[in-house]
């Protein structure tokens, strides 16, 4: 009886070990760094790209979320780089190639990466770009790209929706980012809308909503009709805002490496 026991004991104790590595497995980062991969958008932007420094994830101490949210084979995250970052161009493929190739499927259709400011540098996180703690560093910026086919443009929606909400007078511009206060709001410590102008000219432009609270990132929207479409948000300390046109410059220059699809 003990014997049958101590058997049944271990073979529990062994299938458990097994589907815990067989988990474990799933929840590997499938990239490591030097990487070469190919990731579809649409038939317009088509990232192919050296993958950085991989990300350490997150742990959130929910096991709810950790089994149902965290799929890191899903996830395509190109990497880390310093703003400056100068990545390899590959050819282009022709029309029909990257018609017939087909869009990368994964959780979210995201695509992520990271810039770094004032040469500083951190290893980097997946914690959440809706957390308000997303940061893993003031002079970090987090990017995410996603395929956008509503219509319009940032600067249009700007203009007919946001300033709406805005006093006209309040505008203050520096290094080309103008900002407002919402309309019945005065004092010192407000939260704000701002708009930018893109240094690329195919862009019209890019919103930025500064929170109330110091601690929590600026957040900032792209809705452009580029690339058939795109849709791009980005994460920063608001310390860094005198760099949002430096740092808008770099997405657009990275997206135009990265991207090998012919289609204009």
């Given amino acids: 009886m003990k014997l049958s026991t101590l058997r049944f004991l271990l073979i529990i104790t062994l299938s458990l070990f097994q589907i815990s590595c067989m988990q474990q497995d799933k929840k590997q980062d499938p990239y ?3 990487d070469i991969v190919t990731w579809k958008i649409n038939d317009h932007l088509i990232l192919k790209a050296e993958v950085g420094e991989r990300r350490e994830h997150f742990v959130t101490h929910n096991e ?11 996830e395509r995250y190109i990497g880390q780089f310093p703003i400056d970052y100068q990545p390899t161009r590959f050819d282009k493929i022709s029309e029909s190639e990257a018609r017939d190739m087909p869009i990368s499927k994964h959780s979210g259709r995201r695509y992520e990466f990271n810039l770094m400011l004032n040469g500083s540098w951190v290893q980097a996180s997946d914690r959440s770009v809706y957390s308000n703690d997303t940061l893993d560093h003031p002079d970090q910026v987090k990017v995410v790209v996603n395929n956008y086919s509503l219509g319009g443009n940032t600067k249009q929606s700007f203009d007919n ?9 309040s505008a203050e511009t520096n290094n080309g980012v103008t900002c407002y206060r919402f309309k019945g709001e005065k004092g010192e410590y407000n939260h704000q809308k701002c708009f930018g102008q893109s240094e690329n000219s195919l862009i019209s432009g890019y919103e930025i909503y500064i929170p109330i609270t110091k601690q929590v990132p600026m957040f900032v929207e792209y809705r452009e009709s580029i690339y058939n479409g795109v849709k791009i948000n ?23 490496t990265w991207n090998i699809s012919s289609i204009e």
């Fill in 234 to 256: 980005w994460y920063a300390d608001r310390k860094n805002l005198d760099q949002a046109q430096a740092i808008d410059a770099a997405i657009w220059r990275l997206l135009d």
């Fill in 32 to 34: 490591k760094e030097g």
């Fill in 161 to 169: 929706y946001t300033m709406l909400e805005l006093e006209a007078d």
């Fill in 64 to 74: 709810r979320v950790e089994r149902d949210f965290y799929r890191p084979q899903s």
